[in-house]
C-alpha cells in the first residue's frame, strides 16, 4: 500500500483573490477551483451544464483520471452522444471546496494571518457546508460569463448542491436534476460518517490531523472509513449477487496476518481493494470536513422548516430521481422534496428507478435512468428554445 | 426543421390519442395550467402542450409509465391521486384532468373535492356502468359484467368504485359542484345523441365526460 498522494499534479485551475466568506463566518483569504469543461459553450452562453461530484467524486467527469488512469467517474453518462451530450452541451464540473484534487481544502497552504507561507490547513480549516461549496460554484460560473445555466445534474452530495443551487440561484437555474439525494442529511446517514470519522481519528498515524509533517497518512483509518462507507452505497441483494459467500482460497494470510481466520470471503477482499485504492487519491482531513459539510446540510432549515419555502416562486424545471434499492438516500426522500415543490408549485418530473444496484445506481449502467435524463432534458430544450 | 419535427408529432398524438382524451382536450382553454391526474404516458399533456400552449403537467402511479413520460420529456411526476393531491396549494391550476381514472381511485369523493380545490375547473371521464350491455349481463346472467370498458373479472379488476352518469351527477349535486358541460360518447368517442337526456345518456353512453367547477 503506497498512500502518499501525489501532490505535484497541475489541475485547470482559477484562483480567486477576493476568497470567499464562509457560512461559519470566517473568510478564506483565497479560493482556488480546479474545474475541467467539455463540449463549447455556443454564443448565447445559454448551453451550459453544470456537474456536481458526490463526497469522494471530482472534478474528472469524462475524462481519464490523471492520478488514478481510471475513466472518468461518469463516462456512461457526460460524454459525446450520452445522456449530457458534449455535442450539444457545455459541461462544466469542479472538485468542490473542501476537496483534495487541486481546490481550496485543507490540503491548501494555510494563507489565513496564522498561517506561514508553507504549512497546510489541516484541521484548521474551517468548517464548510454544502451552501459554501455552491457559492464557491457560484464564482467559477460567472467567471466563465455564463448567467444562467442550462442545467445543475447531480447525484448524492451532487444533488444536495442542486438542490441548493435551486434554492439560493432560482434565477440561474433553467434546469434541476438531483439524483438519489435529500433536502437534508438523516441521523442514519450522520452516524454512518461518523463511524469513518472516528476510524480515521483512531489511526495512530493521523496525528491529531498534522499528518503531513511526518509524512505518514492515516491509510488504514481511512481505508476503514471507505469501506463502511462503501457498503451503505450497495444493497444487500447487489452484495449477494456480486460475491455471495464465495470464498478465495489462499489469500488469508496475505489479507489478516492471522492463519487462524481462514480463507477470505470475495466480499471482504472487494472491500479491502476499494479501501486500499481510496487511500491513494483521497486525503483524510477532506474527507472529515466533506462528510461534516453533508451532515450540517438541511435545506428547510434555512427556511424556517418549510423546505417549499426554498422552492417558492421558481422557475426551474425539476427532475427527482431515485433507486428503488438505495437506502441510504430513499425514494421517501426524494418524494418528500417532490411534494414541496408541488407546494411551491414548481414545475416537476419525478421518478424511482427500478433496480437491485443501491445507492451507487447512479453511477452504473441503468437504462431507464439514461432514458429518463436524457428525455428530461430533451424536453428542457423544447422549453428554453435551445434547439 | 424543429416546426416540421412538431407537427409531425402533434399529428401521431392526434391519430393515437384516445377519443375521451381528444374530447377533453377540447373542454381547455389555450394557454391554461393543466395537471393530469393518472396522464399514462402522457400523451394529453404532450398534445396541449403542442397544440394549445399550456403549461401540461401530469402526476402517474405505474412507475413504467411515469419513465416512459419522462423520456419523451414531459413533467410528470410519479404519484397517487389519493395521496398526493394534498401537497398542491389552493388554485395551482386552471384544470385539473381525471380520465378514467375516478372508479380506480381508493375515495373518489375525496379526489374530486381535492381537485377543486387545487383547480378551478375539472375535467372528469369515466366508464359509465349504467350501460345497457352492463346491465343486460348482469340481468340476463347475474353475473359482474365483462364489456370492452369493464374488461377485467371482479377478482383482478382495479375498478373498485365504478358509477353510473346519474349516480355522478347526484354526487356532484349532493357536493354542490356545478357541471358546465357534460356529454356522454361510445367507445369511439362519437357524442352520443342523447345529450339532452341524462336518462338515455345513462343508458347508452359507455363513457360520460364532465366539466365542473365549484359553486
Avoid at chain 1, 472534478?59 to 488514478?68: C, G, I, N, S
Avoid at chain 1, 476537496?99 to 481544502?105: A, D, L, N, R, Y
Avoid at chain 1, 480549516?125 to 457559492?135: A, C, L, S, W
Avoid at chain 2, 394534498?86 to 381525471?98: C, S
Wanted: charged share 20%.
Amino acid at each position: 500500500m503506497d498512500p502518499t498522494i501525489d501532490i505535484a499534479i497541475e489541475h485547470t485551475h482559477v484562483r480567486f483573490a477576493d476568497g470567499l466568506t464562509l457560512e461559519c463566518g470566517t473568510h478564506l483569504p483565497s479560493l482556488t477551483l480546479a474545474y475541467r469543461t467539455y463540449g463549447r459553450l455556443n454564443e448565447a452562453r445559454s448551453n451550459a451544464i453544470l456537474v456536481c461530484h458526490a463526497l469522494t467524486g471530482d472534478q474528472y467527469v469524462a475524462e481519464r483520471h490523471p492520478l488514478t488512469g481510471k475513466p472518468g467517474w461518469w463516462e456512461l453518462v457526460v460524454g459525446p452522444g450520452r445522456p449530457i451530450d458534449t455535442e450539444r452541451f457545455f459541461v462544466i464540473c469542479s472538485n468542490v471546496l473542501g476537496g483534495c484534487m487541486g481546490s481550496t481544502g485543507p490540503r491548501s497552504v494555510r494563507d489565513d494571518a496564522a498561517g506561514d507561507g508553507s504549512a497546510l490547513w489541516g484541521i484548521d480549516f474551517p468548517p464548510i457546508t454544502i451552501g459554501d461549496m455552491v457559492r464557491a460554484q457560484k464564482k467559477l460560473v460567472d467567471y466563465l460569463g455564463i448567467r444562467r445555466l442550462f442545467a445543475v445534474v447531480g447525484g448524492s452530495m451532487g444533488g444536495m448542491q442542486v438542490l441548493q443551487w435551486a434554492a439560493s440561484y432560482p434565477d440561474a437555474v433553467f434546469a434541476a436534476v438531483p439524483i438519489a439525494a435529500a433536502a437534508h442529511h438523516s441521523a442514519q446517514n450522520i452516524a454512518f460518517h461518523e463511524v469513518g470519522r472516528q476510524a480515521i481519528f483512531a489511526d495512530p498515524d493521523w496525528q491529531g490531523g498534522r499528518y503531513w509533517q511526518s509524512g505518514r497518512v492515516p491509510a488504514r483509518g481511512l481505508a476503514v472509513a471507505r469501506m463502511a462507507a462503501h457498503i451503505t452505497y450497495l444493497s444487500e441483494k447487489a452484495l449477494t449477487r456480486k460475491f455471495g459467500r464465495r470464498q478465495r482460497p489462499g489469500e488469508a494470510a496475505a489479507g489478516s496476518g492471522f492463519p487462524f481466520f481462514g480463507d477470505i470471503f470475495e466480499v471482504e477482499s472487494y472491500l479491502r481493494h476499494q479501501g486500499s485504492t481510496f487511500v491513494k487519491r483521497f486525503d483524510a482531513n477532506s474527507y472529515l470536513t466533506i462528510t461534516r459539510a453533508m451532515d450540517y446540510f438541511d435545506l428547510a432549515a434555512d427556511y424556517n422548516g418549510d423546505l417549499a419555502a426554498a422552492f417558492r416562486h421558481s422557475q426551474t424545471r425539476f427532475c427527482l430521481v431515485s433507486f428503488s434499492s438505495d437506502w441510504l438516500f430513499p425514494t421517501a426522500e426524494s418524494r418528500a422534496i417532490a411534494q414541496a415543490l408541488n407546494r411551491a408549485g414548481a414545475n416537476v418530473s419525478f421518478v424511482e428507478i427500478k433496480t437491485d444496484k443501491g445507492h451507487d445506481a447512479f453511477l452504473l449502467d441503468e437504462p431507464d435512468f439514461h432514458r429518463t435524463l436524457a428525455g428530461f432534458l430533451a424536453g428542457c430544450r423544447e422549453h428554453a428554445g435551445l434547439l | 426543421m424543429s416546426t416540421v419535427r412538431q407537427r409531425e408529432a402533434i399529428r401521431y398524438v392526434a391519430k393515437n390519442m384516445r377519443v375521451d382524451l381528444r374530447l377533453i382536450a377540447e373542454m381547455i382553454a389555450p394557454g391554461s395550467r393543466v395537471l393530469d391526474i393518472g396522464c399514462g404516458d402522457g400523451t394529453l399533456i404532450s398534445y396541449l402542450f403542442h397544440t394549445k400552449g399550456c403549461d401540461a403537467r401530469g402526476i402517474e402511479i405505474d412507475m413504467a409509465e411515469v419513465t416512459r413520460a419522462i423520456a419523451h420529456g414531459l413533467p410528470v411526476m410519479h404519484g397517487d391521486a389519493d395521496v398526493d393531491l394534498a401537497y398542491y396549494p389552493d388554485g395551482a391550476f386552471d384544470y385539473v384532468v381525471l380520465s378514467r381514472t375516478l372508479q380506480a381511485v381508493g375515495r373518489p369523493r375525496e379526489v374530486l373535492r381535492q381537485m377543486l380545490r387545487i383547480g378551478a375547473r375539472a375535467v372528469i371521464s369515466f366508464p359509465n356502468f349504467g350501460h345497457w350491455q352492463v346491465r343486460w349481463q348482469l340481468l340476463a346472467h347475474g353475473k359482474m359484467p365483462l364489456t370492452a370498458i369493464w374488461d377485467r373479472p371482479w377478482y383482478e379488476t382495479p375498478n373498485i368504485h365504478p358509477c353510473t352518469i346519474r349516480d355522478f351527477f347526484e354526487l356532484c349535486e349532493t357536493d354542490g359542484y356545478i357541471v358546465e358541460q357534460w356529454l356522454a360518447a361510445d367507445e369511439t368517442g362519437r357524442r352520443a345523441p342523447w345529450r339532452r337526456s341524462r336518462w338515455l345518456a345513462n343508458i347508452f353512453g359507455q363513457q360520460g365526460l364532465f366539466l365542473l367547477r365549484s359553486a
